[in-house]
């Protein structure tokens, strides 16, 4: 996503906010280039960016209710929701996967969406059919949810790579994007 940010051309919009879909400070040394890119795409289109400056994962369920109910907080999950465009990239559960490397998971934690899952999409991780693979994290995490993305209007997802293609072909049986933006290797593998 930060890539893409990097190279959107300049256009002068009306009626249009870039809103950050999931939460991204992290207490790791890893930089997640959150803020920046949703800054990037505010500044190409000469817009407001609204932030979402929390963790993504929080450690329980009732510590994420409680920063959810704050009216600002809440506002911008709100505003995530009734976007009729998303744009995201989909994750792995590979080893080198950013969300691992970023301290939220135990062992046990990782263990699971290992096994379980295939990828993630704003944090939420999904199996190879497309369906959650831990309720319980998914309870913990703040931000878009993935029924919310099968409502879009238009929900792209760009993504491509060989390590990603399980990720995205499961991204595209749960109908979570209805447009995706890959590279030509990609999609034939996809195909």
Known sequence: MHAV????????VRGVE???????????HVNTYAAETVNLFATAYHTIA???????IFDSVALKEMVEKDRHIHRIIELGRQA????FTVGTVNDDALLFQLGYFSEEEKQLLQTKG?????????DAEGKLC????????????LSDLQNKEKSILVAGGQRKIDAI???LIGKYA??????????QALL
């Open 118 to 126: 295939i990828g993630d999409i704003c944090s939420r991780f999904f």
């Open 5 to 12: 940010a990097l190279k959107l051309q300049q256009k002068q």
């Open 169 to 171: 072909r499961a991204a």
């Open 18 to 28: 870039v809103v950050q879909l999931k939460g991204g400070i992290s207490h790791s």
């Open 178 to 187: 209805n447009i995706l933006v890959t590279d030509q290797f990609t999609a």
């Open 84 to 87: 009729n465009i998303a744009v």
């Open 134 to 145: 831990s309720e319980e994290i998914n309870n913990r995490t703040v931000g878009i949810d």
């Open 50 to 56: 609204r932030y979402l400056p929390l963790p993504v």
